[in-house]
């Protein structure tokens, strides 16, 4: 079935459609309907615009392209299942949930809270504006993604980022078993609490990163800004730069270019038993 150049602006307007291509239609109007394509399934959806809420719920094996959602199109993809969304924008809050094998490719999505409680979820060459994006989510994988905003990342598990630039305060709180790779990593207080966080050929840019950490490593990374570094962390880090100063890292070892401060604790526990090197 085919779906082309129609308005629709009724509650359910295309539920459970299957096998069909939905083109160059919009989604709005007096009606003010909700969850446009609701349990749908081997849908294909593309040029069309989004301005109601919830469309895409529940849908299994949906490809959506060069698609508008605009900010008043709130929490448009939850509960989804087998997704690409490609080449689209995504403007309404709360935009992807609970959702698990998405991929999404040259979208830019303006969008708070997005993210949550998703698996398997691949994002490449994607712009992202958010306020706790990604939050809980495993097995993930971004690639070139941009994202400006704050608490990013938090609780999320078994995650690779390449490419990234990331301009973020709070970034991955609690994260386990996460890898960055060649990316710059932008804001206060990143990854306190984090598990078996691996950084590789980083810029870290902002104050009182990698506290309280577990499994820690830095491979050939830059730091900026960095002022009471690593304090209560296990780590082994090599970094290629200046830290202005380190405090209280529990095990070890530090090796920078140089640094400015070592803070250590003589009366805390546990001690510190961390071997901390500076180049010059």
């Known amino acids: 079935m085919i779906y082309s150049n129609k308005t629709f602006d009724e509650e359910r307007a295309l539920y459970n459609i299957e096998d ?29 615009d989004f301005r109601l809420r ?17 900010d008043t199109c709130r929490a448009a993809l939850w509960y989804d ?10 403007g309404g809050i709360k935009a ?11 979208c830019e999505m303006v969008s708070e809270e997005f993210g949550w409680r998703c698996s398997g979820l691949k994002i490449e060459n994607c712009t992202l504006t958010s306020m706790y994006p990604f939050f809980e989510c495993k097995e993930a994988e971004f690639d070139k993604l941009t994202l400006n905003g704050k608490y990013s990342f938090q609780y999320l598990e078994n995650a690779h980022l ?23 990593v932008q804001g206060e207080y990143l990854a306190w609490y984090s598990e078996n966080l691996k950084l590789v050929r980083c810029k870290i840019v902002g104050t009182q990163p990698l506290c309280y950490c577990k499994g820690l490593i830095l491979e050939d990374c830059e730091m900026v800004d960095a002022d009471f570094a690593f304090e209560n962390s296990e780590v082994e880090a090599t970094v290629n730069s200046h830290i202005i100063s380190v ?26 038993k961390c071997d901390i090197i500076s180049l010059k």
């Open 162 to 184: 390449r490419n990234c630039e990331l301009r973020t305060k709070d970034a991955f709180w609690h994260c386990k078993n996460v890898t960055v790779e060649d990316s710059l």
């Open 247 to 272: 405090k209280n890292p529990i095990s070890g070892f530090i090796k920078a270019e140089s640094i400015g401060e070592i803070i250590l604790d003589t009366k805390r526990e546990p001690k510190t």
């Open 54 to 70: 919830y469309p895409f719920w529940h849908v299994t094996d949906g490809h959506v392209k060069n698609c508008k959602m605009s």
């Open 81 to 90: 299942q087998n997704m690409i969304i490609e080449d689209s924008v995504l």
């Open 20 to 48: 069909s291509i939905v083109t160059d239609c919009i989604f709005d109007g007096p009606a003010d309907g909700e969850s446009a394509l609701k349990e749908c399934s081997r849908i294909t959806v593309e040029n069309c």
């Open 96 to 106: 992807l949930r609970e959702c698990h094998d998405i991929t999404m490719k040259n």
